[in-house]
C-alpha cells in the first residue's frame, strides 16, 4: 500500500526533503522525520559546497528555532 504525501504549499524543497527520507528509510537507516528541518534553497546550496556538517554548524551559529517556519535563512 503506498501513502500520498501533500505539502500545504508547492515548493520544491519538499521534494528533497521526502527523497532523503525515503532513500534513508530504503536503505535500512530510519529517520525520524519529526527530526527534519525544511531549508532554503540558499541552505541546500551551501551544504552541498560545504558540507552538511558545515551547515547544521551555521543553524547552531544562529541558534536557529527549528518550530520557526517563517524563519530567514542562515546563509
Known amino acids: 500500500m503506498s501513502e500520498a504525501v501533500e505539502a500545504h504549499a508547492r515548493d520544491e524543497r519538499f521534494v528533497e526533503l521526502v527523497t532523503m527520507l525515503a532513500v534513508y528509510h ?13 531549508v532554503t534553497p540558499e ?3 551551501y551544504r552541498r ?3 552538511t556538517e558545515a551547515l547544521e554548524q551555521l543553524f547552531d551559529d544562529h541558534a536557529l528555532l527549528p518550530t520557526d517556519p517563517h524563519r530567514e535563512s542562515v546563509v
Open 26 to 38: 530504503r536503505t535500512g537507516h530510519p529517520l525520524d522525520a519529526g527530526h527534519s528541518l525544511p
Open 43 to 45: 541552505e541546500i546550496a
Open 49 to 51: 559546497e560545504h558540507g
